[in-house]
Nanobody, 117 residues
Framework: HLVESGGGLAQPGGSLRLSCAVSGIIFRINIMGWYRQAPGKERELVALITKIGSTKYADSVKGRFTIARDNANNMVYLQMNSLKPEDTAVYYC?????????????WGQGTQVTVSS
């Protein structure tokens, strides 16, 4: 079970922090990922993080977004800085991802991020 939160409206250049609460799986052994889907586009990988904290980012968000996880509390976060209008999308986390970014786990309801002035 996944619950994403933290989305909303932000101005260009602003920041948001997304959270994903995970339950019902063995969180600590999995690679976790954040994905996003903009209107009319396919869902794409934004970032992923291993159980020991190794990370990978899409080129479009490198240097602006940071993924983090709290294994003790089964949480994964996405800190988004220097937001751009093209970051507007529904953001999803996935609890079971491989290093290539292929998702295997279930999806939550997502959280809407809108970047607009």
């Amino acid at each position: 079970h996944l619950v994403e939160s933290g989305g909303g409206l932000a101005q260009p250049g602003g920041s948001l922090r997304l959270s994903c609460a995970v339950s019902g799986i063995i969180f600590r052994i999995n690679i976790m990922g954040w994905y996003r889907q903009a209107p009319g586009k396919e869902r794409e990988l934004v970032a992923l993080i291993t159980k020991i904290g190794s990370t990978k980012y899409a080129d479009s968000v490198k240097g602006r977004f940071t993924i983090a996880r709290d294994n003790a509390n089964n949480m994964v976060y996405l800190q988004m800085n220097s937001l751009k209008p093209e970051d507007t999308a529904v953001y999803y986390c996935n609890p079971d991802v491989n290093w290539a970014g292929t998702p295997f786990g279930s999806w939550g309801q997502g959280t809407q991020v809108t970047v607009s002035s």
